[in-house]
């Protein structure tokens, strides 16, 4: 479990590296947000190096989700 500020900088990353994906695409949200919460769990935390992750997540996502 993350504390309140962590929370809001993963949901905030999230949200600005997909804000081109539907909410609706589920599928592609969650791969990115899979990746972002890896590098979080690697004890990474810089806002700028999580939405590289998404952005590389995103980019790589499996082209089904897209």
Same mark, same amino acid.
């Given at each position: 479990m993350f504390d309140p500020?962590?929370?809001a900088l993963l949901r905030a990353v %999230? @949200?600005?590296v997909c804000e081109n994906i539907s909410r609706a695409? #589920?599928?592609t949200r969650t791969h990115v947000a899979s990746?972002? %919460?890896e590098a979080v769990t690697r004890g990474d935390i810089?806002? @700028?190096? %999580?939405k590289q992750v998404g952005r590389e997540a995103l980019s790589d996502?499996? #082209?089904m989700w897209r």
């Open positions: 500020a962590t929370t %999230l @949200d600005e695409e #589920t599928g990746r972002i %919460l810089s806002p @700028d190096h %999580l996502a499996p #082209t």
